[in-house]
């Protein structure tokens, strides 16, 4: 079996055995043991589950990190081949076996021939999924025992054709806010309303007023997506609730975005259910910050990666609404987050489900094409950073 082979079984075994956010503790056990045969340094249980592998070559002072992310998805696998996962509710259905794949692959490479001198910290982080992964690895000391100037990760992206990539300064992905939202009034029979107070009429009014926000207060230069995705309220057909609640996401790009945005909506449910004669109450959680790329640290790796595929298949980076807690590594130490194209599906082994190859899809399967490409991308990276000061 050669080398590419046995990254494919890594992965395909990874994809069978899925572990949720901050239970990988299988898969670090393959990550650590398999730095550990290339004879890399292992530095394991940060922030929970996190593993660290460090490559030393030279006298060099200089370091990066590059990372990858472990977890799997609370999802129900539709796929039917042989390597489907054996955890009913468990799904590597973000590719996350593939980066974590890719990243042992290169370090194989990068612990070998690859030329550079300097220290490269291999990050392999728990619970992206969560949105707290980042943050459990940072607090736990993170960069205080493994400093690196500059940080970078990659995520597979369906639609962008394999063998091609995106990467570009600035915001690439969204902050993800959450909000609930309560709304109370006064029960009671459902055939007499005039005794009531219905929260169930203040919640509807309350969720149409929310989407004025990103139409008529939000600046048509900012990109702003508010979704209700949850209502509920009473249990009966004939009893009008005490309570109706309310519940969904906000995204945003920028931190004073989200700032005005939930000032608009602490006004818009007071004032609402004031109206009905009801009170309401809003919980909004900042659950993860904007993604965004470090100028310098973009444009070294466009360069890294067009000097590897060419120029023409190195993308723009079009923003994206879904987030990623990479993006607290990025507020920690400069650097960039790109994407490498996963095409449409047509590489993917017989038996899978009806679903599209897309991201948090119960038929979604992580290309195996793509583990040599992105080796070589972090090789690529990794040689073209050192050869700068």
Known sequence: MNRTDLHIALRRDLHANPELAFAETRTAEIVASRLRQLGIEVATGIGGTGVVGTIRKGASGRAIAFRADMDALPIVE?????????????????GHDGHVAMLLAAAEQLAGAAQFEG????????GEESGRG??????DGLFER?????VFALHNWPGLQIGEFAVSPGPVMAACNE??????GKGGHAAIPDRCVDPVLAATATVQALQMIVSRNVPPADTVALSVTTLEAGGSLHITPDLARIAGTVRTYRGSMSDFVEQRMRDIVAGTAAAHGCSGKLDFVRNCAATVNHATPAARVRAALEGLVGQGRVH??????????F???LEAVPGAYFWIGHGEGDGRAAGHGLGPCTLHNPSYDFDDRLIP????????????WFSRP
């Open 373 to 384: 490409i992105g080796a070589a991308a972090w090789v690529a990276i990794a040689e073209s």
């Open 327 to 329: 993006a607290f590594m």
């Open 78 to 94: 539709a796929n039917a081949f042989a390597h489907a996962s054996r955890t009913h509710g468990a799904m590597h259905a973000c």
């Open 119 to 126: 220290s490269l910290h291999l990050i392999f982080q728990p």
């Open 146 to 150: 493994f400093p690196a100037e500059a």
């Open 316 to 325: 723009p980076m079009a923003p994206a609404m879904t987030a990623e807690d």
């Open 179 to 184: 909000f609930r939202i309560e709304i109370s």
């Open 134 to 139: 980042a943050v459990a690895m940072i607090e």
